[in-house]
Nanobody
Framework: QVQLVESGGGSVQAGGSLRLSCAASGYTYRRSCMGWFRQAPGKEREGVAAINRDSGTTYYADSVKGRFTISQDDAKNTVYLQMNNLKPEDSAMYYC??????????????????WGQGTQVTVSS
């Protein structure tokens, strides 16, 4: 049974940083992708960042490019999202997701196979 467990959310002031973690279990990362989505109240879900677990190739939404970094620790089967220079508009529930390999990587956002339970990020101005 695949489980994705997120952690690291919280409240921070604008300009601050947070690092989200997503620990995967029951899941082999070969030929797969993992990534992060977010959804704010009243808004559509947005794909934020994705990583190809084999090659390490990454993809970012324009809204976070240059501020967020997705990375992985193969030994821990964990993916991270380092979020710097946070803005109030980054406030949302952040969800980790995993799925089979997609090309191009942006296509991962259309149909991941597994989801975490979410972790809240709140950025105050």
């Amino acid at each position: 049974q695949v489980q994705l467990v997120e952690s690291g959310g919280g409240s921070v002031q604008a300009g601050g940083s947070l690092r989200l973690s997503c620990a995967a279990s029951g899941y082999t990362y070969r030929r797969s992708c993992m990534g992060w989505f977010r959804q704010a109240p009243g808004k559509e879900r947005e794909g934020v960042a994705a990583i190809n677990r084999d090659s390490g190739t990454t993809y970012y939404a324009d809204s976070v490019k240059g501020r967020f970094t997705i990375s992985q620790d193969d030994a821990k089967n964990t993916v991270y999202l380092q979020m710097n220079n946070l803005k109030p508009e980054d406030s949302a529930m952040y969800y980790c997701a995993a799925g089979t390999y997609r090309f191009p990587l942006a296509n991962f956002f259309s149909s991941p196979d597994y989801w975490g339970q979410g972790t809240q990020v709140t950025v105050s101005s």
